[in-house]
């Protein structure tokens, strides 16, 4: 059998396992192996089991997976999700649909902190629900806000999965947050908008609030400001030169865990945090073994090459490549979590997209690829019929059909597609700051 073919079927059968509930690491495990036995034999594989894995979780750029990680954590347990959403809340709060720019303004926030959609979804719903159920906002625009607003958590930095695509690329992960930050702040601006646009033409779902009195709006301000310092040192850091990624985030922690501290983070807090921490990254270095290993099979078939090579000699333009693979990871991200989507195809798709001419260098083509990649599996998470945010919105609002939420987020769907046809169209708005690195 030609290997290529091989690696058509291996993939199918991955797929196949996914569809029947096996879990992804386990997934590409299997198919991995069962695919790497078939094209070199048993002996090899064990050649390569042999140093692998211990490479691939033994690596120092690694190591800042469970830092951002642990700072996230820390931050959900110390409070500032409240105090990130009070501050936002006195600042647009008074404005029609106010409380639902809040919301976005404050996942914007936690994201920078916590870096996991799924994980700025739930704490904020938890914080913004109530107080949007209090103040008579329609359930479609409370519950589709804050499943559009998680999707912040992973594209604004420091982002878990901006720092796995950078590695598995082998693309500077300090220049890979420079480049999203502006497409991160245009999400954020973009969803506020359409909460703006939406209000407007329906102003019985949000109703208008009085102003906060200035000194609550004060009292908001000096609470979220911990938040604002730990952005500032560790992004800061990081641009300009001050720190690594890696010793930015153990200083985000040192951060996060002395405000945790001094608002009351006991012994016992502390142990389920680290828990916590310990269980997400297994389950993250899990899925990186499996997919390093299918990533070794792909590369023995050749099969990534062979269809890059077979893009390039049919002509067809660049941009319409790249919009039919945005258009499946848009498919994917119904039903499968950011990292688990990265992992699986980049290393099918990038040597595709590294093949064709977007008028860049490779450096620049790689990183604006990745960050619009991100944006679009982020998309996905909020996409009708299987949006894994919207679910996790809905499991806090249980007497909110899910029909309401899908409805609450087509106005920020609407945003999201507008925003990556501007990316596409003008890619200096994702990599212009990359010239001050």
């Known amino acids: 059998m030609e290997p290529q073919a091989l690696g058509a079927i291996v993939i199918a059968a991955m797929l196949g396992l996914m569809m029947l509930r096996v879990p992804i ?66 600042r647009v709060g008074m404005f029609r649909g106010g409380l639902s720019m809040a919301a976005v303004g404050a996942c914007g926030m936690f994201g920078a902190i916590c870096g996991s959609s799924l994980a700025t979804a739930a704490t904020m719903g938890r914080v913004a629900l109530p107080q949007m159920k209090r103040y008579n906002y329609a359930d479609s625009l409370a519950t589709g806000t804050l499943a559009a607003g998680g999707t912040l958590g992973i594209l604004i930095p420091p982002s878990i999965v901006l720092v796995i695509y950078a590695i598995i690329t082998e693309q500077d992960i300090s220049k ?42 004060r009292k908001a301000y000096r609470q979220a ?8 040192m560790v992004i800061g850091g990081i641009y300009s030169g001050v720190f690594t990624p890696t010793e930015a985030a153990a200083f985000g922690v040192l951060g996060t865990g002395i405000i945790a501290l001094v608002r009351g983070m006991t012994a016992d807090d502390l142990v389920e945090v680290l828990v916590a921490t310990a269980v997400s990254t297994a389950m993250i270095f899990m899925i990186l073994l499996g997919a390093d290993l299918f990533s070794a099979f792909l590369a023995r078939t050749q099969l990534p090459q062979t269809l890059a090579a077979v893009i390039t000699d049919a002509g067809a333009p660049a941009l319409l490549v790249l919009v039919m693979i945005l258009l499946m990871y848009l498919l994917l991200g119904c039903v499968m979590d950011s990292l688990s989507m990265i992992l699986l195809t980049i290393p099918i798709f990038f040597p595709v997209v590294m093949a064709l001419d977007f008028g860049m260098s490779a450096e620049h083509t790689a990183i604006w690829f990745g960050v619009i990649t991100l944006i679009v599996v982020e998309v996905g998470l909020i996409t009708p019929p299987v949006g894994m945010n919207v679910f996790i919105i809905n499991r806090l609002a249980e007497n909110v059909p899910m029909t309401e939420t899908f409805k609450g987020v087509l106005p920020f769907l609407i945003s999201d597609v507008i925003r990556v046809a501007i990316l596409i169209a003008f890619p200096v708005l994702t990599l212009g700051l990359l010239q001050f690195k």
């Open 25 to 90: 690491a386990v997934s590409m495990l299997v198919a991995g192996m069962g695919g790497y036995i078939a094209i070199a034999g048993f002996t090899p594989l064990l050649a390569y089991l042999k140093t692998a894995p211990y490479a691939t979780v033994s690596s120092y750029t690694l190591s800042v997976v469970p830092l951002f990680l642990l700072m996230g954590n820390l931050a959900t347990r110390s409070g500032l999700s409240r105090a990130l959403f009070d501050a936002a809340n006195a």
């Open 176 to 217: 890979m947050f420079l480049a999203a930050f502006v497409p991160g702040i245009l999400a954020a601006l973009g969803y506020m908008l359409a909460i703006s646009v939406f209000v407007r033409l329906y102003p019985e779902t949000a109703p208008a609030n009085d102003p906060m009195p200035s000194e609550e709006r």
């Open 225 to 232: 400001s911990p938040a604002a310092l730990i952005f500032v």
